[in-house]
């Protein structure tokens, strides 16, 4: 009676109750019993997101919400350029995107593993005076990395850019403040620590960069963020709206406004130390530098064949982690700490990791990493 | 993001599938759809008791079935007498209603954590010409413990008794061979190893039993055997059946047939043996002497506050276990290791054991009840 558990860092398991709010039979999206409900979801998002300003709901994924922010926020024909910081496969998106959408810009091309470099930015930023626009991933999810995004927004100031944050795997698993912060941008997808199936996307948007997409307009039409904030005046959406995942969404927005966000940041990064504590006691590497609590990338050790044990985690115990991508690929697996994931869930994918690792030949102590996960546990005992 | 976990020895976790299963549109019963389901269901009983008996299906709980059992096979006037086996509350159920029908019978009644010995049975059948009839529970849920109902069965054969098995919490958790054993009358409930909500019990006949029953009729309408046979033959139930929960059997017994029972005897074994060894490891006492593999029961240990351990389990980790009942309440705990709970829920129950436990005050080396459960699937990693 094999059960399933899925440790992928996004989609993420989906809580029951949720799934069965979406259950629910359709209603149709032009109605007052839809407005009342994405009014109630736009005051949560701030709760989420920790601002007063602007939050916009898009039906489409995290891409999309990236999109929407780079090529609003820099409109064509106003001397806009952007410095694209990655460490890894999502911040060189952003990238991309400046470059489909023919928009200036540089690259801080740092290590995978780390996080970007506030000292760094001050450096190319007072280098290169063009630049008035950072993008800067807070947890890179390929490379399980996280950067300071409070100290980046400080050096952002110091020189008049704007801050573009990609949150995809950090808002609702770790601290993210917003309006404290001086965030200007800042976006993630459903599918992460929201604990909803991919297909929306969400902005938190300030005054600044409001002032900034009104003196222009890019190359969009569907991610154009003017018509989403003229039809949230009336609480609506401009194009049809995915509103099963929006109901899902009304649902987690309460279960996490209930159990609030500090209480969540806890538990996650609980599972994430434990986690942490556990490869060391196998014997493991962490992948991460400056590891994010998010997600762990773990270094596979010599003579682990990384197909064969994702395969057989998933075959033997239902479970559902990832491997590594771009050059780490087949060298590193990745599992998830995000939304509806608990220390036994945790510790359930130690014990799975640990078995097959055994059994694929490694040499580690039986139940060694396990221990060392319950060690981390009752340490924080009151709080679990 | 707590998550709730079932570990009760009934009800138990029901698959996410047969829920939504359940959940599908009500069908009426008097249609040719419902007789098919019906045909299958009770033919996949036929495996699940591992017989070519004669499988009914009533819409009641266990004890139903039980009442069904015995006061068919001892109609009155015809001199049966029965001796009622028990160890425990359950067993101690057959004796009342024997009572309760005037059904003349005599009790074997042996401590707690036992099961009914075959060599004490025979003694008493010897003394007591009377006795034809035997009531025996297979796994007393109360004591956690087993009885030999392989060897039990032959020496009711040995003396002429037919033999009724309470297999509550047996079938469909440990091995049950009802013709192999010749067994006259075997019956379960649908909220233990079938994974089902309760509602549902079950019967499988013997043709010896059947003559039984039709030499006579006792006090019963609703419980009628003759009548679940006679409507059998068509397929078809004698009163309303709850066929939303005959839908989620139907599934439950594919699923059960699919996995086959061998796989499914070693792995509640697996689970069983891990939780007896993390016992061992936490320093804690067993309390069956004849532990049975479906519930495990575990004495606490002086100091610890049975009502404040099981309401942390519950309120603090979302995990529900059993108390003891009778005289054993407040000393005892119990944990399931029926249907849809696998080796990682097991090692989640261990760790929020041992966190509770420790917090306690019990002296215990933290992550050693994980390290032995560990050990214990490992040794059986092929077979997992």
């Known amino acids: 009676m094999k059960k399933q558990r899925l440790f992928t860092p996004g989609p993420t398991m989906v809580p029951e109750d949720v799934l069965l709010e979406m259950a629910r039979p359709q209603q149709h999206h032009r109605t007052a019993e839809f407005r009342e409900m994405f009014k109630e979801v736009t005051e949560l998002l701030g709760y989420l997101f920790q601002t007063k ?32 910081c990655h460490g890894g496969k999502f911040g060189e998106r952003w990238a991309e995107i400046c470059a489909a959408f023919d928009i200036p810009h540089a690259k801080y091309d740092f290590e995978w593993g780390s996080g970007a470099k506030p000292d760094v930015i001050d450096k190319m930023l007072a280098e290169d005076k063009d630049i008035d626009t950072l993008t800067v991933v807070h947890s890179e999810t390929c490379s399980s990395s996280l950067s300071d995004i409070e100290a980046i927004s400080k050096v952002a100031k110091k020189h008049g850019a704007m801050l573009i944050v990609d949150g995809i795997t950090a808002v609702g698993a770790i601290p993210v403040k917003v309006d404290e912060w001086g965030i200007d941008v800042y976006f993630t997808g459903s599918q992460k620590a929201l604990m909803l199936p991919p297909g929306l996307a969400f902005l938190a948007v300030s005054d600044a960069a409001w002032t900034r997409i009104d003196a222009g307009s890019g190359h969009q039409y569907y991610n154009n963020l003017k018509k989403f904030r003229k039809s949230l005046a009336n609480n609506d959406t401009p194009y049809t709206p995915n509103n099963q995942l929006i109901r899902g969404l009304q649902s987690v927005l309460r279960r996490i406004r209930e159990e609030g966000l500090e209480s969540i940041w806890f538990h996650t990064s609980l599972n994430a130390r434990a986690t942490r504590a556990a490869i060391a006691a196998m014997d493991l590497q962490l992948f991460a530098a400056d590891p994010v609590d998010s997600v762990t990338g773990i270094v596979l050790p010599e003579g682990v064949d990384e197909p064969v044990l994702r395969k057989t985690m998933r075959q033997k115990f239902g479970m559902q982690i990832a491997g590594g991508q771009g050059h780490i690929k087949g060298k590193v697996v990745r599992i998830s700490h995000m939304g509806y994931c608990d220390s036994f869930d945790t510790l359930s994918v130690i014990s799975a990791l640990e078995l097959v690792l055994h059994a694929q030949g490694h040499k580690l102590t039986l139940g060694a990493g396990l221990a060392a996960a319950q060690t981390v546990f009752a340490e924080s005992y009151e709080k679990m």
């Open 53 to 84: 300003g602007t939050c916009l709901t898009l039906t489409g994924s995290g891409t999309a919400a990236g999109e929407a922010a780079i090529v609003s926020c820099c409109p064509p024909g106003k001397g806009h350029k952007v410095l694209c």
